[in-house]
């Protein structure tokens, strides 16, 4: 303990002694008001709009913006330049935490950053808030954020959903959809082939998302455990051995899973199901369809993954000003919405509230209506899902929700229970060159499951 209490002082010094981390929010100071702070990795276009919002209608305070490191994170340098300028910006955030100083407010859009011990609990927040209300949210998704204790210490106003979709063929399945029941049926295939997970679902990618699915009990992010010399675990490795290795051009020049599962070559695939109507872009031009869920060792689960995560620092000062900049983005109506960039990104992605998503379904499920050249009402197109790669356009129309649809998509909203749990770069980097040997034959599949669970446990050390 002692030898990390003077890492954490070095740090510190060093800290100290370098330049002031990256401000791009380039505001006029202004002396009558108190300053806040958010700090991430990086700060993407829409929060900055959101922050001159606020600065701008604040008679009292006034955010800065610091990236740990910005957008020049994605430019140029090798994949390793990448991980080490991510690690060592992470570092340094993580220090200034430990130190009891750090940003007013967190903006952390990948769950990394720090854990909810750095964190105030926001309930009392969003209880006390005249105008929000617990019961405006999904309740399994606000769920989804909690900590251990219960406490809600990061907010964000949607998510994405993880699930797998089916044909009729595998409709058998749901109910019962477990990591064996997927092995089975991938062993149905001829070993490699595509039939049963397509071109987008390569081995190590099955594997990177398996450990990201949570409810799988393989890394517990918040007691630091890993559970990788499981059967479970193992069970998985094996279904990977049994997938294909990315082939690019075969991903670039092959056909859409629309497109193999509309000819009967594919069975079941993987889905990120941003917003509502997701179902919609599946069903309507493949037909019968199944939502089967994540397999998991309790049967298929949809998965929540939350996006653009906000907390409040517990060693701020300016707790209630942070939170009036937070609730911009819970609000029903607010200026934040009618700043046209933000709407156009941010509304991609499922509403935490439900009635805006209500809104949503009901704006897709009215048909759009349009007058013929023969002057006939017709219904019009709102787009398409299979790509032609002769005419390199979207060829089969999409029209408005059927009420099946609409309760497909309301189903798989209200019950997904799980929460992904995006894995770190370099922790990821470990465990792929490991998968590398045992794909490779090297090294068998029990072996590969109890190097990964040492290797995953010692990071999980070092982090905690």
Request: glycine share 6%; with cysteine; hydrophobic share 40%.
């Amino acid at each position: 303990m002692s030898k990390l209490i003077a890492i954490i002082c070095i740090l510190t010094l060093l800290l100290a002694s370098c330049s002031t981390l990256q401000d791009v929010s380039n505001y006029p100071s202004n002396n009558d008001k108190v300053e806040l702070t958010l700090a991430g990795i990086y700060i993407p276009y829409f929060v900055k709009l959101a922050v001159i919002h606020f600065n701008e209608k604040s008679t009292t305070h006034q955010i800065s913006i610091i990236e740990y490191v910005g957008e020049s994170w994605f430019e140029g340098g090798t994949v390793n330049d990448t991980y080490k300028k991510f690690q060592d910006n992470f570092t340094r955030f993580q220090v200034e935490m430990i130190a009891g100083r750090g940003p007013d407010i967190i903006f952390d859009p990948m769950g990394w950053l720090t854990n909810h011990k750095f964190l105030i609990d926001l309930y009392p927040f969003l209880d006390a808030d005249p105008e929000l209300n617990r019961s405006d949210f999904f309740p399994n998704m606000i769920s989804a954020l909690e900590s251990p204790d219960g406490a809600l210490t990061t907010i964000t106003d949607n998510f994405i959903i993880h699930t797998m979709l089916g044909t009729s063929e595998v409709a058998h399945y749901v109910g019962n959809w477990t990591p064996e029941a997927l092995h089975a049926l991938v062993l149905k295939d001829d070993p490699g082939s595509y039939r049963t997970l397509s071109v987008s679902m390569p081995r190590c990618i099955f594997m990177k998302l398996m450990l990201s699915y949570g409810n799988l009990d393989l890394i517990n992010w918040e007691t630091n455990e890993a559970n990788l010399n499981s059967e479970l675990f193992i069970s998985l490795l094996r279904t990977s051995k049994l997938l294909k290795e990315l082939n690019p051009r075969e991903f670039v020049e092959g056909k859409t899973p629309e497109e193999r599962m509309l000819d009967g070559e594919q069975l079941i695939d993987l889905m990120h199901y941003f917003q509502p109507f997701s179902y919609s872009f599946h069903n309507q031009p493949i037909g019968d369809i199944v939502m089967l869920g994540i397999p998991t060792p309790d049967g298929g689960a949809h998965f929540l993954e939350p996006q653009w995560l906000m907390g409040i620092n517990a060693s701020s000062k300016n707790v209630s000003a942070a939170w009036e900049f937070m609730r911009l983005f819970l609000l029903h109506t607010t200026p934040y919405y009618d700043i046209d960039p933000i709407t156009l990104r941010h509304s991609f992605f499922n509403p935490i509230r439900v009635d805006r998503y209500k809104e949503r379904i009901n704006e897709l499920r009215t048909p759009i209506m349009i007058t013929d050249s023969s002057g006939n009402l017709i219904e019009q197109s709102i787009g398409g899902v299979i790509w032609d790669r002769t005419t390199r356009d979207y060829v089969i129309p999409l029209f408005s929700m059927s009420d099946y649809e609409v309760e497909i998509e309301w189903e798989v909203t209200t019950t997904a229970r799980g929460r992904v749990y995006n894995l770190p770069f370099e922790l990821w980097a470990m465990i792929e060159a490991d998968l590398d040997y045992m794909y490779s034959g090297i090294r068998s599949v029990e072996n590969t499951a109890r190097v990964i669970n040492s290797r995953v446990q010692r990071y999980l050390n070092e982090r905690g």
